[in-house]
């Protein structure tokens, strides 16, 4: 059974950065795709960024672009999310999750919620001044 857990949120200043981890276990992460969502207060989960591991894609949503970076470390089996220029509006939950994708949809967006069977706790990150 493939497990994950985030880390790494935290209160944090506008204009400062955070690194979330995603460590998966009971199986390598080598065929499936891990994606970030993140979840405000009365708001929809929407999709932050998804990793496409066995192809090596990355994507990301258009608010995010730019100050966001997915990445991973095999030896780990671990994803991370490094997050930089935080503004108050990337205040939310946010949630790591794996499932068996193999292609982005339109070659340029990732997949909805739906589509991941596997997902972490979450973790509260919280841009203020």
């Known amino acids: 059974q493939l497990q994950l857990v985030e880390s790494g949120g935290g209160l944090v200043q506008p204009g400062g950065s955070l690194r979330l981890s995603c460590a998966a276990s009971?199986?390598?992460?080598?065929?499936?795709?891990i994606a970030w969502f993140r979840q405000a207060p009365g708001k929809e989960r929407e999709g932050v960024s998804c990793?496409?591991?066995?192809?090596?894609?990355?994507i990301y949503a258009d608010f995010v672009q730019g100050r966001f970076t997915i990445s991973r470390d095999n030896a780990k089996n671990t994803v991370y999310l490094q997050m930089n220029s935080l503004k108050p509006e990337d205040t939310a939950v946010y949630y790591c999750a794996a499932g068996l994708i193999r292609q982005p949809i339109g070659g340029s967006s990732c997949h909805g919620p739906g589509s991941y069977g596997y997902w972490g706790q979450g973790t509260q990150v919280t841009v203020s001044s």
């Open positions: 990793f496409i591991i066995r192809s090596g894609s990355t």
């Open positions: 009971g199986f390598t992460l080598d065929y499936y795709t």
